[in-house]
């Protein structure tokens, strides 16, 4: 199956302060979507890019789909950007659609 | 986007019994729903796609016969994890995909402790 692969794992800010994350992936992708998790677990949706650009906020992320690769910026970070940041594809070549295949995360912190 | 809504939030139950958790698209008709696994500290990994009026489909390695699938209509869908054991605990998380695009959106997360 397809391969998805977030960098750095951990990742710990200044409040403040500015941050890439990215998201490597093996195969060609229908779909991708960044998701924020929060202390409780739910899945806030941030951006579904499956290729371009796009910008909310703070917030903005790029997919170079004939690279495969991601990358969530994140500027003027504050404390309650803090979570787990998931990467997911909904690998192309796969048997279902909708069907999210998703890397192991960055854990973010952010210090006051 | 959708809003998808999980019961209940937090469950606790003893060895070898039942727990029934309940997946609900309020605004969305879900022929398809999508259940998720997350073990403490791991990421998200797809159980099986639940179908409306047919059965569902697992993914490799999930027992069918332990995790029951029901969707009777296009707003519910249920997850019944039978005979519980300590290894089932976990954070279980549904989603739909509301506009046929493949964006998913996710209910809030049940999160089952077998004792």
């Known amino acids: 199956g397809i391969q998805v692969e977030q960098s750095p794992p951990d990742l710990i800010l200044q409040e403040g302060a500015n941050s890439t994350l990215r998201c490597n992936f093996s195969d060609s992708v229908n779909n991708l979507q960044w998701f924020h998790q929060n202390p409780w677990g739910q899945l806030i949706n941030l951006f579904y890019?499956?290729?371009g650009t796009k910008q909310n906020g703070r917030l903005s992320a790029t997919t170079v789909a004939t690279e495969r690769y991601s990358l969530l910026y994140i500027s003027s970070s504050q404390t309650t950007d803090s979570g787990v940041y998931f990467c997911a594809v909904d690998h192309a070549g796969g048997t279902s659609y909708g069907k999210l295949t998703f890397g192991q995360g960055t854990i973010l912190t952010v210090h006051p | 986007g959708a809003v998808v809504s999980q019961h209940p939030s937090r469950v606790i139950c003893k060895s070898g019994t039942s727990v029934k958790i309940e997946c609900r698209s309020l605004?969305?008709?879900?022929?398809?729903m999508f259940w998720y696994r997350q073990f403490p500290k791991q990421s998200l990994m797809l159980m099986a796609t639940?179908?409306?009026?047919?059965?569902?489909?697992?993914e490799q390695g999930v027992e069918k016969d332990k995790f029951l699938i029901n969707h009777a209509s296009l707003t519910l869908s249920t997850l019944t994890v039978t005979s519980a054991h300590p290894e089932d605990s976990s954070f279980y998380i549904c989603s739909v995909d509301s506009a046929n695009t493949g964006e998913l959106f996710f209910g809030e997360g049940s999160r089952l402790t077998v004792l």
């Open positions: 639940s179908n409306e009026g047919s059965k569902a489909t697992y």
């Open positions: 890019i499956p290729s």
């Open positions: 605004d969305f008709q879900a022929t398809t």
